[in-house]
């Protein structure tokens, strides 16, 4: 389970970076969303009924969105004061072991930069991405989702990694 958690973990984080809205993002770390989302899957790894790493994806991308569904719903519904949160103790030191400052920070300001690219596609560009890139979904199943052709889906892909790219070289479509 270590070395299966290990090798989707960064995926899942990616996918909750691009999920959560800016309003979330300030008030917790994708990281938070990413633990529990690992945590439930493993509580209910017996009721995951796929085969390979594409059922896998969307299985726990379902686990992860409603996790964050919830997770903003929460903070809607209490309109916490960002004072009255208090950070853990120890959580740099915490950081510190898991990962190096300087990695951490790396890795963090490329996966801001894609979430903010992200962020500027259109929601079908944004949606067509996160089903196939992140979900891995067959084209069948992402035509079914969205009520298109096959062949709508893979020209809609097509178009909204260009677009990704355009806006990441900092050339906005």
Known sequence: ??????????????????RMGPSLRARMDSRDILQATLLKSFEHFGEFQGAG?????????RIAEREILDRADYHQRARRS??????????????????SVLSRMIRDERAEKLAEAMAGLSDA?????LLRKFQELPFREIAARLDK???ACR???????SALTLRLAGKTP
């Open 155 to 161: 020209m809609l892909l097509a178009r909204a990694l």
């Open 82 to 99: 960002a004072e009255r949160e208090t950070p853990l103790d120890g959580e740099d030191a915490l950081a510190a072991r898991v990962t």
């Open 53 to 61: 790493k594409p059922a896998l994806m969307a299985w726990l991308a």
């Open 125 to 129: 560009h944004r949606e067509i991405i």
């Open 1 to 18: 389970m270590d070395a299966l958690y290990a090798r989707v973990a960064p995926r899942v984080l990616a996918y909750v970076r691009m």
């Open 149 to 151: 052709s096959e062949d």
